[in-house]
């Protein structure tokens, strides 16, 4: 046994990599910083871009600019460089895809707003990521694992009530753990059991959830949540120790030890609960639009992987159960 991060007593986890320190970004020309700086403000302020993103593109765009005393030296050559530096260090096809998009926008910014002359990211090509299948949860895993959980909070301690109710939520409804974290006391529909959830460009949407999740979240604002709450916390429907707003990290920490409790389950975090969510309603006959909207996905292409994900898993059972297959 340990004391997790938030003083509840959980099994051993299971061994994890050791962390590895950031590597130190190279500095940029005070003007070429200045610029950079001025775009992560457009992306966080203009485009509400999460945190996460940001972080990314920032960290990016910081290894495209370095060495350039000024903006103007930006061109087509300097691009491809740097994305074939990436490919010989060993970036995978998913990073080298993302590093083209960020420094796409950022020149598309940048030309727009008169920074540069032309735009050479208009012409930058990269490879595609690889369509890999992701791990998902079949519906028997998924009924595992909750149903571990809701025996641990059988008893009614504090710690696995919340922990019970994190998981049925990310289960139900298919929110991102950012999300989860978010949501306020007044965000929970009981009647109707519904949330009111802001997603990916302050964009609300209305999520549901079912009869075992309405169970843990009326066990958890009873029994649970009082005894987190300290004088000032906030309204946050989830709270920490220490009486704030759940960290993100923790929540996942939460499903990973879930995951690790029940023999034969993929180690997924939060993210596999989503895709678990979304792929279990497209095999239980789910508009795809429906699934759409509950994801809150900007677009339709977007939830079409999870069509593509079903229809890979049917050809790996079919391929392995078949005899002509």
Known sequence: MWRGAEGVAVLDPPPRTPHRRPMAQPELAPRVAEVLDEFVSHL??????????????????NGMLAGLDDLAELDLAVLRRWLAAGHTAGAGRSTLARRAAA????TAWARRTGRIATDPGARLVS????????????????????EAAGSGAA???PGALREALVLELLYATGVRVSELCGLDIDDVDPQRRALRVVGKGDRERTVVY???????????L?????AFVRPGSPPALLLGAKGGRLDPRIAREVVHRAMAAVPGTPDVGPHGLRHAAATHMLEGGADLRY????????????????THVTV??????????????
């Open 103 to 106: 420094a796409r926008s950022f």
């Open 210 to 220: 079912g009869v075992p999740a309405a169970a843990a979240l009326v066990r958890w």
């Open 127 to 146: 490879p595609r990521p690889r369509s890999a299948l992701p791990a998902v949860l079949d519906a028997d895993q998924a009924a595992a694992v909750l």
């Open 291 to 306: 699934v759409q909207e509950l994801l809150g996905h900007a677009k339709l292409a977007t939830t079409q992987l999870y």
């Open 222 to 226: 009873e029994a649970g949540r009082p």
């Open 44 to 61: 966080e302020l203009e485009r509400g871009r999460s945190p996460h993103t940001v972080r990314a593109y920032r960290g990016d765009l």
């Open 155 to 157: 008893e009614g301690e």
């Open 312 to 325: 890979e898993r049917l050809k790996v059972v079919h391929e392995q159960a078949h005899p002509r297959a």
